[in-house]
């Protein structure tokens, strides 16, 4: 057959899935338009992957930087999104997936590119948005009952949203930066614990201070960018998901310049070999810890901006089972890839919305925890590394027939090309 003919049918096979998935809503219900479409996005990945990986001969080389089209559909179901199912619950939803898109995409940059096995995402976001709900919070509220500073930390005034949000963000780099300080001496297993105990003891003292941050019941009654005669209403919900839209590009736009720049690869040079990398003259914690101060820049953002669309925030932030609810988001999709992120993030989002009334609750993450583990046995990479795993093995089983099949040099090279990160295997002539 020939290929142009190919082309034809593959995409359009293609077409008739996303008019599937778009008819899906329509017959079971608007949230079933976050399953479809992470369905359609899916088997989108999967076919720019197998494509080129059969083109090149390499797998996934460069395919989330020349794969345009995938995000081309992605911003074509953002704008659709309001039209098709624009009612005020399922906007609501896909502003906490931004959200989540946001936090995870960062969490990303730090654990796929700087090689840091933080779990400090939670406690930088949670941490900013408590500063932003403190500083736009009224001085009536009854939860800030300190008379010391004349009912406020050190006499601090009350501001709107649009100040609190930028001081989120500087918040955000300061938090980041301190959490990034054990990872100078700290290394692997040591830092993922230090980061999950920080979380723990944000959770722990924001719930007992309760002159300052409101006790167990957090702060309420911060100003918002939403007007009062707005909220809940579809206006409302479609001003928060445009403001969560261009949040989530900002963070996908951060993880592009810095994952596919100069100083992604010189830390993934350092995570294949931190010796090599500093015989080169790669200064490896300064690199890291631009990348910590640079994602914790987007998590202060994301933090602010939780606190302006919530008018809230409260201990329940930063629960070990909202950690583990991200770090499933971003192991089942794929950390090395913003696809294989925002896929996951959108599958889970979906699986949590839609379960959400089972009887227990906990039910439902039982079935992700399942899920998790069935995507690490199958996947090395999340979901979106099927096409490149399965490559891979055709391509090491034709080797394995040829003649020099058992040379160990090969096998050590094929072994050693199957942990590269993608992007960042060589291309062949």
């Known amino acids: 057959m020939p290929k142009s003919r190919n082309d034809m049918i593959h995409w359009a096979v293609l077409l008739v899935a996303f008019l599937v998935a778009l008819a899906v809503p329509f017959q079971f219900g608007t949230l079933w338009l976050l399953g ?36 081309v559909m992605v911003a074509v179901i953002a704008v659709m999104i309001p039209l098709v199912a624009g009612t005020p619950f399922f906007l609501s939803v896909m502003v906490a997936f931004l959200v989540y898109l946001t936090w995870n995409t960062m ?3 730090v654990i796929g590119t700087a090689g840091l096995q933080s779990f400090a995402t939670v406690a930088v976001a949670g941490l900013a948005a408590y500063v932003a709900a403190y500083l736009s919070t009224p001085s009536g509220n009854s939860a800030l009952a300190c008379t010391d500073f004349s009912g406020r930390l050190l006499g601090l005034p009350v501001v709107h ?7 989120a963000v500087v918040a955000g780099v300061v938090v980041g930066f301190i959490i990034s300080l054990p990872a100078i001496r700290l ?8 980061t999950i105990g920080l979380v723990e ?5 924001v719930s007992q201070d309760k002159c300052n941050f409101g006790g167990a019941q957090g ?10 005669n707005l909220a809940g209403t579809l206006t409302g919900t479609t001003y928060a998901y445009i403001g969560a839209a261009v949040l989530a590009l900002i963070a996908l736009v951060v993880y592009w310049r810095v994952n596919y720049g100069r100083l992604g690869l010189l830390l993934r040079t350092a995570r294949e070999s931190e010796p090599v990398a500093e015989v080169l003259g790669v200064n490896v914690v300064r690199a890291r810890l631009a990348v910590f101060l640079v994602s914790s820049a987007v998590l202060g953002a994301a933090g602010g901006f939780y606190t302006a669309y919530y008018h809230s925030i409260s201990p329940n932030f930063f629960s070990f089972s909202t950690v583990l609810f991200l770090f499933a988001m971003v192991m089942i999709g794929g950390v090395n890839s913003p696809r294989g992120i925002l896929i996951g993030t959108m599958l889970l989002q979906f699986i949590d919305q839609r ?31 099927i096409p490149d795993q399965v490559l891979r093995r055709r391509r090491a089983g034709k080797r394995g027939s040829g003649p020099s099949s058992g040379l160990p040099e090969e096998v050590g090279a094929m072994e050693q090309e199957a942990h590269m990160p993608p992007g960042s295997r060589p291309e062949t002539a």
Request: proline content about 4%; overall charge negative.
């Open 355 to 385: 379960f959400v009334d089972v009887d227990p609750p906990e039910a439902r993450y039982i079935f992700i925890g399942l899920l998790l583990l069935l995507v690490t046995l199958l996947a090395s990479d999340g979901l979106v590394s």
């Open 219 to 228: 702060l309420y009654g911060a100003d918002s960018f939403i007007p009062e």
């Open 187 to 194: 290394r692997g297993i040591y830092f993922a614990l230090l």
């Open 107 to 109: 969490w990303g940059l």
């Open 161 to 167: 949203w649009y100040i609190a949000l930028p001081i």
């Open 201 to 205: 003891l944000c959770r722990a003292y």
């Open 36 to 71: 479809s479409m992470t369905i359609f996005l899916l088997l989108l990945s999967w076919s720019i992957s197998w494509r080129k990986g059969q083109r090149s001969g390499e797998g996934f080389v460069a395919a989330d930087r020349s794969s345009w089209i995938f995000w």
